[in-house]
């Protein structure tokens, strides 16, 4: 935006419209805004005594927990998983109302046994966010594997990203005399201590890491960190993703050396574009202010938009199971919009923003 209704890129042309012929018009809807992920994803209150209104949101806040609750007692599922607005009135009643962490868990359909361990954790760590998710991490034993040993597994998954453990168990094999430890061990090794897990391979151009691209990227950078343009503070990414009705999760379970298989309505089915925006701020305030100017990312380095994260989240939620009667793919990925949580969204971005200093010291991406 130039400050007066139009639109220009970031050299300040304007930019050009798009003229669409008679008969090519396009079936826009608009599935999620703003205000609808506001709904499903409502920003934690703040816990201030003094505030006159604080008794009036925490009794809308424990309507919407008593209905939680209700709904897990009818679900009966063993893995427990908390709302926040469980945890608001749990902090409500323990810092606010000075109940005991076990009352204080009753109330919010909390654990008590989990309630006590958040209430220890606040006592000894005050900055903790309890609204972060949380990790269940288990004890496990110092690796047995040999320093030399890690690095050459770690080195050979730098170079070979699809290697199986049963590879890498077989090239240390060759590459140590007398190693003769489990393959469970070095795939734990793998999984735990160097974090890796097997997913999709995600093919990538030789072009993409060539010196003429790695210096355009390194002058990009340069050029905005000298500019007001800030990823967390200021900005607004758009792109769009395609979605079909027979989008299915890539991996699936079947009987020994029978193929996995999922039906589909049709072979090939009617593809949808949706356009997106994220963005750390409120858009509708950025947007009212205006001062807009577009600006252009370099090419092969979609890391540097943070929607290619958001929308890669929400193609896993839409391809999780198959549609029902009471949903179709418009509702299944304004479902999946809605529900992504506020600190996803944070991290997509933080994500392209660490992606700055690979390319200021032309580092391969």
Not at 34 to 49: A, G, Q, R, V, W
Request: net charge neutral.
């Amino acid at each position: 935006m130039n400050g007066k209704g139009g639109i220009t890129i970031e050299d300040g042309v304007e930019a050009m419209d798009y003229i669409v012929g008679e008969g090519n018009e396009f079936n826009l809807k608009n599935l999620t805004n703003l205000t609808k992920y506001k709904e499903s994803n409502p920003t934690p209150i703040e816990l201030d005594p003094e505030d006159e209104n604080l008794e009036n949101c925490m009794l809308v806040i424990t309507e919407k927990v008593n209905k939680t609750k209700a709904a897990k007692l009818r679900a009966e599922s063993s893995y427990a998983t908390y709302t926040d607005d469980q945890k608001t009135l749990f902090l409500y009643n323990l810092k606010i109302k000075f109940f005991s962490a076990a009352k204080s868990a009753r109330l919010a359909g909390i654990s008590e046994r989990t309630a006590q361990d958040w209430a220890k954790r606040l006592k000894k760590e005050p900055d903790w966010d309890i609204y972060e998710k949380q990790t269940n991490r288990l004890i496990r034993p110092r690796s047995q594997l040999q320093e030399e040993q890690k690095k050459h597994i770690i080195e050979l998954y730098d170079e070979k990203p699809y290697t199986t453990t049963a590879e890498a168990v077989e090239s240390l094999t060759e590459t140590f005399a007398g190693f003769n430890l489990k393959k469970s061990t070095v795939n734990n090794f793998i999984l735990y201590d160097c974090n890796l897990s097997m997913k999709k391979l995600t093919r990538r151009p030789v072009a993409r890491n060539d010196t003429t691209r790695i210096e355009a990227r390194y002058e990009w950078v340069l050029k905005r960190s000298a500019t007001d343009m800030d990823y967390m503070k200021n900005c607004i990414f758009i792109d769009e993703s395609a979605f079909d009705i027979n989008m299915r999760p890539s991996l699936g379970r079947s009987a020994r050396n029978t193929p996995a298989v999922a039906e589909t309505h049709v072979t090939r089915a009617e593809t949808h574009i949706i356009l997106g925006a994220v963005s750390t701020i409120d858009i509708d305030d950025i947007v009212t202010s205006r001062g807009y100017r577009v600006i252009c990312l370099p090419p092969y380095l979609p890391e540097l938009n943070p929607i290619e994260q958001f929308w890669a989240v929400v193609k896993n939620s839409v391809k999780r199971s198959k549609f029902d009667t009471t949903e179709d793919l418009h509702t299944r990925i304004a479902e999946a919009c809605n529900n992504i949580p506020q600190n996803t969204l944070r991290n997509c971005i933080q994500h392209s923003v660490n992606v700055f200093s690979k390319c200021l010291n032309k580092e391969p991406v």
